[in-house]
């Protein structure tokens, strides 16, 4: 019998979509480097405006912070396929343009579409929408992502640990996204 080695397949990758918040990705990128986690990373266009007007960065300091880098409209990207091995998806921030297209099968690119691969082949996939009030087929589409098995974790921080600035709101948001990940962390104070 032959020996063989199979790597476990541990990276995470997190997409990036047009919608206000991208400080919550941001924080989730420097947070697992900082847990020296492997990430593949997919900025749409629209969100590479969002970045540049909330937080006056450039997509090249973003994608320093991941240890791969896809193009928002290649298909034929390795994350794009069933056979590529990677953990868990991390949507932050969601636009409702694109939870539409994932509860609708409709992969047409590379964020839809490698939702679509880990939502078919069950593996974690943790969206956070941002849009405030929400219409119903909003929460329709949240409703068919989650009888998949897709995690909806809004950006709704909680107020119990005091929170003294922006940043620990950020924080806590951030520390329920590795949480549902499975992934200790300290990011926030937990309540006792």
Do not use: Q
């Amino acid at each position: 019998m032959n020996n063989i080695l199979i790597k476990r397949y541990n990276m995470i990758v997190v997409a990036i979509t047009g919608a206000s918040g991208v400080t919550y990705s941001l924080k989730l990128l420097e947070a697992l480097k900082k847990l020296d986690i492997e990430t593949g990373l997919v900025v749409s266009k629209p969100a590479e405006i969002i970045f540049d007007y909330e937080l006056n960065m450039k997509l090249g300091e973003i994608k320093d912070l991941a240890d791969h880098y896809y193009e928002p409209n290649d298909l034929t990207s390795s994350i794009n396929s069933g056979s590529f091995k990677f953990e868990s998806l991390v949507i932050v921030p969601c636009s409702m343009k694109t939870l539409s297209a994932i509860a609708n099968g409709y992969g047409n690119n590379a964020i839809t579409r490698v939702a679509d691969v880990a939502l078919k082949e069950k593996r974690k996939t943790v969206i956070i929408p941002r849009e405030t009030p929400l219409r119903p087929i909003h929460l329709e589409h949240m409703l068919e992502i989650a009888k998949e098995g897709g995690i909806i974790l809004p950006a709704m921080p909680a107020f119990y640990h005091n929170p003294d600035n922006v940043n620990d709101l950020v924080n806590f948001v951030v520390g329920k996204i590795l949480d549902s990940l499975g992934i200790e962390n300290n990011l926030f104070k937990r309540w006792e």
